[in-house]
């Protein structure tokens, strides 16, 4: 009997291969013939496309004015599990405004290298300033550029605030 | 994290325990005190009620305010028949001011006071802004956390807030959001009861209402910070560290106020390497919770731009930055060169370590007695004005001793600026403890707040008649019969000590009434410390204390930080560590400054001692920094004294070192490193170790402040057995072996 159970495994091998060779050649031909679409990204030269709640790059963003909408509370350092944010606040005045309200981040860095995207920032916001985009590509050369200073992570103002002066305007892309 | 501040009571201010009662709170049956509120009978029994407007300091005046202790109570209630029942009383009660009786049931979370808390929060938040997020008091805020525990999660008012400018510079320190505000008169209450200025009242009235000064003048004070540490909401806050950090941004160390030698207990709140805030630290003893605004605001020269970072070294009048190696090089060879024709003064805004390792380089290293760590006006022999002859140097009393007196004699003193927090146990044994209180000066200030605000008496003699005013005094004592004299006013009358001093002779004699009374603490300011004939004061001060009795109650205390530890550790010209008598004493300051005029001294070491700022006979300061004396400073910045001087050496401030300072009672207190400045700034004590190390070692070489503390510990008597773990939180006060 062992003889036969022996010829029984290899041919229900064969037909496990086939089967998976069979849906191979399929999609191989398929691909080949044109009739049905490629799967595989071709990265760099094309980026597949994010899911919608993906959690990657910090961005800090602005109101539709210009005006930044972080008011440099430190809650997203107060939430952040990998204590990777800094914050330092300062005062607005009407010269010199950069948010609405009395108080903005001077200082915003980010430690890339220990954050781990968890989003509790984002979530601990209560401006909605600080949110976490679809940018993946992070990797650098130096560990200090993983340091992202707060002119990094402001997004670029459509508008330029009439009050924004100085340092300010050069964030503004 | 910081600790809830709100959760201390003071027995003290409770009337004395005459009889027990049984009650019973949320099931927990205790025995509590007759008459004890029962928001503090609560925390005996672990049970949480929330409040706002409460503060065991603070009198109970204007409190039960804020309602938010609310409780429901049942109270025994006897029928005509005699039988006793229980009753609920209709409406709940604040526990803020509800005495404890016999038999009273206290319930604190039944439906009805749930719901009372969650009305009353939302009665307190339709005029908050709820701005937390940019508010400097978010996440330690009392209002954050009641709300949070005992709130609604929502809000039915609709309509607009009541606005305010923010940012209202009530003070030159504190910054006023009226919009925040809660109404809950713990600021008011507090410049009426402790600091004693009563500038901040209530204006207007309803939603309207606003703290402020009458006149909306600036608020004045000398003790101001302390409202932003008692605000339980976001109200007032501190200028200086306004959007500065939030709580969470900030590490927090236990220390030790360096701006007098009071000793508060201080934490101090840094980020990274800069100090941001200072904040009170409760030690029953010393400063309670308080903090003064020198010492709550007058810290930030520590991490200022202007500290030293490397050594100075002037050549050819143009100061040139040196490193360690060469600077080192450079002074051992010239302490070398000199071959004993050196001296060192300075030490009292030192540790006892510094102090320690500064003595020892000097005696046991380069040969010399000549240091001395006093730059007041009296320079003879420290044992010479009280402890000859009442077996004590500078305080009699402890200062919360100070709350027990009958009448106190503050004289020759601006007290509230020499010495804020004895200013504070004068106030509260006046305020709380009926104690009067007789203010002796040569001048007035016209500011708030000061003693004479609540002296009975205030006596305003001219400059220098101190000893003529107190003998005055002594023969009003002993004309009236009053206390027995002992014949130490010989040839005083009362009209030639009110002509001498312009006194009036009822002034006179009504203070020598009131001192009869019964326990008298004198307490004597800068004007008799720096006086010209200070033993004559001294005696006369001694002659009037024992008269009445009180020979233990003079108080002379010193002026900087640590001018009591300096002098413990011997940085005296006559006496070894622990006042030990030295055989061939050596000059003291004013000496050593003449020596360096005359060009008799090769090398002067000043520790830390502001020379030209603050010593009496700034002429004499001034020749011997002029003169070819080879002068090295200890300094943090560039003082005028570092200006003049020839090396500067960056020493360490209080937050970057550890070790002890010993206040002036006595206290011996420990202070902890907070962070680093910069690597290239030295401890005083390795500053001197070093140098001692290269000049051959003898004993003055040392490994860190703790090894020191161990070495004083055991050479001098009066620390005998002080280790860093038995220090503790709140420091020990040492005494005298006899006593």
């Not at chain 2, 161990?710 to 709140?730: F, M, N, W």
Request: some cysteine.
């Amino acid at each position: 009997m062992g003889f036969l159970r022996t010829l029984q495994n290899t041919a229900d091998g064969a037909k496990a291969l086939t089967t998976g060779a069979r849906i191979t050649m399929r999609h191989y031909m398929g691909q080949l013939l044109k009739t049905e679409p490629l799967q595989t990204v071709q990265y760099p030269e094309e980026r597949r496309e994010q899911f919608p709640r993906t959690r990657w790059r910090h961005v800090l963003t602005r109101y539709e004015n210009g005006l930044e909408k972080c008011i440099g509370c430190s809650l997203c350092a107060g939430a952040c599990p990998a204590r990777c944010i800094y914050v330092e606040a300062a005062e607005n005045t009407d010269e010199d405004r950069y948010s609405p309200g009395e108080r903005y981040a001077v200082k915003y860095e980010i430690n890339m290298l220990r954050c781990i995207f968890c989003g509790f920032c984002q979530d601990a916001c209560p401006t909605g300033a600080i949110v976490l985009r679809k940018d993946f590509e992070l990797a650098d050369f130096t560990r200090k550029d993983f340091l992202y200073t707060k002119e990094m992570l402001l997004e670029g103002a459509s508008v330029i605030p009439l009050t924004a002066v100085g340092t300010h305007k050069e964030a503004v892309k | 994290m910081p600790d809830n501040r709100l959760t201390q009571t003071e027995a003290s201010l409770n009337p004395a325990v005459t009889q027990m009662v049984n009650i019973k709170i949320d099931g927990i049956e205790l025995q509590v005190p007759k008459g004890e509120n029962i928001i503090e009978s609560a925390k005996r029994a672990g049970v949480d009620i929330p409040y706002f407007c409460y503060h065991p300091r603070l009198s109970k005046g204007d409190a039960a305010n804020c309602r938010m202790c609310l409780v429901d109570v049942f109270a025994p209630r006897r029928a005509p028949d005699g039988t006793v029942s229980l009753a609920k009383m209709p409406k709940p009660q604040a526990s803020c001011t509800l005495p404890a009786d016999e038999g009273m049931v206290i319930v604190t979370d039944s439906e009805a006071v749930v719901r009372d808390r969650k009305g009353v929060l939302e009665f307190l938040l339709i005029n908050h802004p709820l701005d937390c997020p940019i508010c400097d008091r978010g996440g330690e805020c009392p209002l954050q956390n009641n709300a949070i525990f005992y709130g609604a999660a929502t809000s039915r008012y609709t309509e607009e807030k009541r606005h305010f400018p923010k940012a209202y510079p009530l003070a030159e320190n504190v910054v006023f959001d009226r919009e925040r505000c809660i109404h809950c008169a713990r600021c008011t209450r507090f410049t009426e009861d402790i600091s004693g200025d009563a500038q901040l009242g209530f204006l207007k009235r309803g939603a309207d209402m606003e703290v402020g000064t009458f006149e909306h003048t600036a608020y004045k004070s000398k003790f101001s910070g302390n409202v932003i540490e008692l605000c339980p909401v976001g109200a007032l806050l501190s200028r200086s560290y306004r959007f500065k950090a939030r709580p969470w941004d900030l590490h927090s160390q236990r220390s030790v106020c360096s701006k007098c030698s009071n000793g508060c207990n201080i934490k101090i709140d840094y980020r990274l390497d800069s100090l941001q805030r200072i904040n009170g630290r409760i030690n029953e003893a010393v400063n309670e919770e308080w903090t003064c605004d020198k010492g709550k605001f007058g810290h930030s020269y520590v991490s200022s731009e202007a500290r030293l970072k490397t050594p100075m070294l002037k050549t050819g009048g143009e100061w040139k930055a040196i490193d360690w190696t060469e600077a080192l090089q450079i002074l051992v060879g010239k302490l070398r060169d000199a071959n004993g024709s050196v001296a060192g003064i300075g030490g009292q805004r030192c540790t006892n370590e510094d102090n320690f390792a500064f003595q020892k380089l000097f005696r046991e290293v380069l040969k010399s007695n000549d240091i001395d760590s006093r730059v007041e006006g009296y320079l003879g022999s420290v044992n010479k004005p009280l402890y000859e002859r009442f077996g004590y140097h500078a305080m009699g009393n402890a200062i919360a001793e100070l709350e027990d007196m009958k009448t106190i004699l503050v004289l020759g003193s601006q007290l509230v600026d020499e010495q804020p927090i004895i200013y504070l146990r004068v106030r509260k044994a006046y305020r709380f403890k009926g104690a009067t209180v007789i203010n002796a000066v040569s001048s007035v200030p016209e500011d708030s707040p000061k003693v004479g605000d609540f002296a009975q008496l205030e006596l305003v003699y001219k400059p220098g008649t101190e000893a003529a005013l107190l003998k005055g005094i002594l023969s009003v004592l002993s004309a009236e019969k009053l206390a027995s004299v002992n014949g130490f006013a010989k040839g005083y009358t009362l009209e030639k000590a009110a002509e001498e001093t312009g006194v009036s002779a009822e002034a006179i004699q009504q203070a020598a009434r009131l001192m009869a009374t019964g326990k008298l603490a004198i307490i004597a300011g800068r004007e008799v410390a720096n006086h010209a004939n200070h033993l004559e004061v001294v005696q006369a001060i001694g002659d009037l204390a024992e008269a009445t009795g009180n020979a233990q109650n003079i108080n002379l205390p010193g002026e900087d930080v640590n001018s009591q530890g300096a002098a413990d550790m011997g940085v005296l010209p006559d006496f070894a560590p622990g006042y030990a008598p030295l055989e061939n004493p050596g000059k003291n300051t004013a000496q050593i400054l003449q020596a360096a005029a005359d060009g008799s001294l090769k090398v002067l070491w000043v520790a830390g001692a502001k020379l030209l700022e603050k010593f009496p006979n700034r002429e004499l300061a001034q020749a011997a920094f002029a003169s070819d004396t080879f002068i090295v400073v200890n300094e943090l910045t560039m003082t005028e004294t570092a200006q003049a001087a020839d090396l500067v050496l960056p020493a360490a401030s209080f937050a970057e070192k550890e070790g002890t300072f010993t206040n002036c009672e006595r206290r011996v207190q420990r202070i902890h490193k907070a962070f680093d400045i910069s690597l290239e700034i030295k401890p005083d004590w390795l500053i001197f170790s070093e140098v001692a190390t290269r000049m051959g070692g003898g004993g003055g070489s040392f490994f860190s402040a703790r090894d020191i503390l161990k070495a004083i510990s055991a050479q001098v008597p009066a620390y005998a057995g002080l280790t860093a773990k038995s220090l503790g939180d709140e420091g020990v006060r040492w005494n005298y072996p006899d006593k």
